[in-house]
């Protein structure tokens, strides 16, 4: 079985927030194919089941804030008994331009504290999958927390609206076809508007 985890912090506040890309992406995801994500207590997270591109899939949201998305998505894994390599991870990523997503066997935190939770909760271990969403560039004035917890302007929004398709597009590719070719097909993508030019 794969889990597909989608990265963002709870609440109206924060459901249209740069950080949130994560749940955005899942959440279309899970109504594509009309899977109803339960609040389960036992994990601190939504979770919902199904069956994608001939995987089982357990699609989670984690309800304990970014910072502590780990202590949910390990109650997961131990829980079904899954190996961390089955985990595709779906998270906002500010050093990629809006526009962009990369698909990755592995890696570092990047400065991601969701990412950097899962990775510390894992007892270092950095080998799972992930889709990052690029919501980039950060203004070079801007603190990055203060960035990441706005909401996407107008344009970033419509931009958005083009990539989260294109997201859930890869994230079938790669239940069916494998790392390897989902990022040779999706990673040179960029759906923003002056790429077109």
């Not at 992406?25 to 109504?31: I, K, N, Q, V």
């Not at 494998?178 to 990022?183: C, F, L, N, S, T």
Request: glycine share 10%; proline share 6%.
């Amino acid at each position: 079985m794969k889990v597909i985890v989608g990265l963002g912090n709870p609440g109206e506040k924060y459901k249209n927030t740069r950080h949130n890309a994560g749940f955005m992406t899942t959440g279309e995801l899970a109504s594509k194919y009309n899977i109803d994500g339960k609040l389960n207590s036992k994990f601190d997270s939504i979770v919902g089941k199904s069956t994608i591109a001939n995987s089982e899939v357990l699609i989670v949201q984690p309800m304990t804030f970014m910072n502590l998305s780990g202590n949910a998505v390990v109650k997961v894994l131990n829980w079904y008994n899954i190996e961390p390599d089955e985990l595709l991870v779906v998270f906002d990523d500010v050093n990629l331009d809006l526009g962009k997503i990369r698909f990755r066997p592995s890696g570092a935190d990047g400065g991601h504290n969701g990412v950097k939770s899962i990775i510390e909760n894992l007892g270092g271990f950095k080998d799972f999958p992930r889709l990052k969403v690029g919501i980039g560039p950060k203004p070079g004035f801007m603190p990055l927390e203060t960035y990441v917890l706005q909401e996407f302007s107008k344009p970033e929004k419509e931009i958005l609206d083009k990539v989260i398709p294109v997201c859930i597009e890869g994230i079938e590719e790669y239940l069916k076809e494998g790392m390897i070719e989902v990022r040779n097909r999706f990673n040179g993508i960029n759906l923003a508007p002056e790429a077109e030019q």
